[in-house]
């Protein structure tokens, strides 16, 4: 069996009844939208691979040694690079530490988490597009710490990097929230 598809088997027995946020969209949905960018892109078998179990160690009872013990290192490092380290902390402390360790992530976890970000902001226009300004009801922060948090994921994901998939994400953000021209508030830590 290739590592695409074992992903794909590994990752829909992990997310198995879990939706999206709020919705009634399988959850799967995401990390095999989030695979799909990435082949699309042309990167290869264990970026996909990654893309695909990106969500498994933060949102479901697989570890990082269960993906490592099925992987590989590689994998293994890529995923842990794509999940919030401790849930525990506030949602301004864990998106602070994505933002600064994503400025100096290796490319192969950006490439994934930018993957990962382009498809929850096109799912978030795509939910907006049918129930407006309710839809920020779904997160633990409202619209304008939700552009902060993307705009400074942006800027961290194009330190020292460029690739295709930054250039969509700032066109879906900008899109979106509109240009980049005003202020954008500091988060409150």
């Not at 498994?56 to 490092?77: H, K, P, Q």
């Not at 690079?81 to 949602?91: F, H, N, R, V, Y």
Request: glycine share 6%; charged share 30%; proline share 3%.
């Amino acid at each position: 069996m290739n590592v695409i598809e074992k992903a794909l088997q590994v990752a829909s027995r992990a997310h198995v009844r879990q939706c999206r946020k709020h919705t009634d969209i399988p959850y799967i949905t995401h990390p095999v939208a989030v695979g799909m960018m990435l082949m699309k892109a042309g990167y290869g078998d264990d970026i996909v691979a990654a893309g695909i179990l990106h969500d498994t160690v933060e949102d479901t009872t697989l570890s990082l040694a269960d993906i490592e013990r099925e992987f590989g290192l590689t994998i293994a490092s890529i995923v842990e690079g794509c999940s919030e380290p401790d849930k525990s902390l506030s949602w301004e402390k864990r998106k602070q530490h994505t933002i600064e360790f994503l400025k100096t992530a290796p490319e192969d976890i950006k490439v994934v988490a930018c993957a990962d970000k382009l498809h929850n902001i096109r799912s978030i226009m795509n939910d907006y597009e049918q129930i407006g300004d309710m839809v920020w009801e779904r997160f633990n922060r409202g619209k304008v710490e939700q552009e902060w948090y993307y705009r400074n994921v942006i800027e961290s994901l194009g330190y020292q990097s460029n690739f295709k998939l930054i250039d969509e994400l700032k066109v879906e953000v900008e899109r979106f929230f509109g240009p980049e021209d005003t202020e954008i508030p500091s988060s409150n830590e």
